[in-house]
């Protein structure tokens, strides 16, 4: 069965510094995707980026970029120029199998940037 | 953008009553989805549904029903609310996707409180 695990439940960074947060994922399926959301205090869950086990690039979006490592089955997150605006939840999460529309989540990491 | 939308941000109700949770969304998307959020464990999946009137149980759906009798809406109920319901419940949305990178979109989430 497919499983997400995040084993860092806090992080510090200072701002203006780079962040990696640490996502590992078992699976036996051959095509998948792995997704990161972010939720601040507020609670609202906010789409960070996407990346399919056959992307040849790893992702970018913005201050946002994925260190997918296929054969080690991770795929960190790695903020830049972390901002004040960025403390929040993030979770990791992939589709239960690939002939499903169901997430299965990560239990989180809490990340916290100071000034 | 997508917009997914909770009927309440905050509720607090009784042991024993029958709650209502409504989640629409304005996308036309087939999936619907509802899970519970509880510190250190993440997303859970109560109930998804794939269409109308089409349900299936996902990992914690004791004490929770669900109805999706028009494509937009889904409804959480929780039959006879007990204490250990009160939560940060998530509706999400994500349209039918066998190429496996569309995201799910999230509702601002329902901080719930039975007492």
């Known amino acids: 069965a497919q499983k997400i695990t995040q084993t860092q439940p806090g992080m510090f960074v200072q701002e203006k510094e780079a962040v990696t947060l640490d996502c590992t994922y078992d699976?036996?399926?051959?095509?998948?995707?792995l997704f990161w959301y972010k939720q601040p205090s507020s609670g609202e869950m906010i789409f960070l980026i996407y990346q399919g086990s056959y992307d040849e690039q790893n992702a970018t979006e913005g201050r946002y970029s994925l260190n997918f490592q296929k054969a080690r089955k991770s795929a960190n997150l790695v903020i830049s120029a972390s901002q004040l605006g960025d403390s929040a939840m993030y979770f990791c999460?992939?589709?239960?199998?690939?002939?499903?529309?169901?997430?299965?989540f990560g239990t989180g990491t809490r990340l916290q940037v100071f000034p | 953008d997508v917009k997914v939308t909770q009927s309440s941000r905050y509720l607090v109700k009784r042991t024993g009553e029958k709650v209502f949770l409504e989640c629409v969304q304005d996308?036309?998307?087939?999936?619907m989805f509802w899970y519970r959020q509880d510190p250190g464990l993440g997303l859970r999946l109560i109930y998804f549904s794939y269409d109308v009137k089409m349900k299936e149980k996902g990992d914690i759906p004791e004490g929770y029903s669900v109805s999706r009798e028009k494509k937009e809406r889904f409804s959480l109920i929780l039959e006879s609310a007990s204490t250990n319901q009160t939560s940060m419940y998530l509706c999400?949305?994500?349209?039918?996707?066998?190429?496996?990178?569309?995201?799910?979109?999230f509702g601002d989430g329902t901080r719930l409180s039975i007492l």
């Open positions: 699976t036996s399926d051959q095509s998948y995707g």
């Open positions: 996308m036309d998307h087939e999936n």
């Open positions: 999460a992939m589709r239960e199998s690939y002939n499903t529309d169901k997430l299965i």
């Open positions: 999400a949305s994500s349209p039918r996707d066998p190429s496996l990178d569309q995201p799910q979109h």
